[in-house]
């Protein structure tokens, strides 16, 4: 089993930055992919940005310039850097990971419980 902690959610007033982490822990052989989606009270689940094990990064438009995924390696851990945040970017953020679990290529895909990210004045 793998499981994915999160953290980094909070308030945070418009213009401003906050760093979401997620961290992989469990059976893992290695990390194929790892991305943040969210969603906001009445809407859908949206992806953010996703980053491949091989640390090809993907966003979507509307936060393109304003969030920057990254990765350790080493620590199974990706990271979401939010800056210039903007009222519309609340949500509750979840990580979601797809790995390798051994040598046989069993896999595992899942989600982590979420942070909570309120940009307000």
């Known amino acids: 089993q793998v499981q994915l902690a999160e953290s980094g959610g909070g308030l945070v007033q418009p213009g401003g930055s906050l760093r979401l982490s997620c961290t992989a822990s469990?059976?893992?052989?290695?990390?194929?992919?790892m991305d943040w989606y969210r969603q906001a009270p009445g809407k859908e689940r949206e992806l953010v940005a996703g980053?491949?094990?091989?640390?090809?990064?993907k966003y979507a438009d509307s936060v393109k310039g304003r969030f920057t995924i990254s990765r350790d390696g080493a620590r199974d851990t990706v990271y979401l850097q939010l800056n210039s945040l903007k009222p519309e970017d609340t949500a509750v953020y979840y990580c979601?990971?797809?790995?390798?679990?051994?040598?046989?290529?069993?896999?595992?895909w899942g989600w982590g419980q979420g942070t909570q990210v309120t940009v307000s004045s």
């Open positions: 979601n990971a797809h790995v390798t679990q051994d040598s046989y290529g069993s896999t595992w």
């Open positions: 469990g059976s893992i052989f290695s990390i194929n992919a």
């Open positions: 980053i491949t094990g091989d640390g090809s990064a």
